[in-house]
Nanobody, 122 residues
């Protein structure tokens, strides 16, 4: 079992930056690929970013490329999502997720955090 706890969400203005954290615990956490997904009100959950267990490779959704950065600190069992130039339409609950396989969709992902709400509004 893997437990994931997100933090760092909040209210920001358009154009602001925000960093989310996801602390993991449990067996073999370091061996999992880590992901961030988000779900805006009334919409489906979308892929945002992912990083391999080694941290050597990262993947991003088209809408966040060049603005978001995913990273992991294995010594702290923590994954981060740095978000820059946030837009109002990116208001969503952001979820951290872990799986033995790196995925770009939420179907079949093994472990999920409860999510953290990010609101982008002036």
């Amino acid at each position: 079992q893997v437990q994931l706890v997100e933090s760092g969400g909040g209210l920001v203005q358009p154009g602001d930056s925000l960093r989310l954290s996801c602390e993991g615990s449990g067996r073999s956490f370091g061996a999992y690929a880590m992901h961030w997904f988000r779900q805006a009100p009334g919409k489906e959950r979308d892929f945002v970013a992912a990083i391999t267990w080694s941290g050597e490779s990262t993947y991003y959704g088209d809408s966040v490329k060049d603005r978001f950065t995913i990273s992991r600190d294995k010594s702290k069992n923590t994954v981060y999502l740095e978000m820059k130039n946030l837009k109002p339409e990116e208001t969503a609950v952001y979820y951290c997720a872990a799986d033995g396989v790196l995925r770009v969709h939420d179907y079949g992902v093994a472990y999920w955090g409860k999510g953290t709400l990010d609101t982008v509004s002036s």
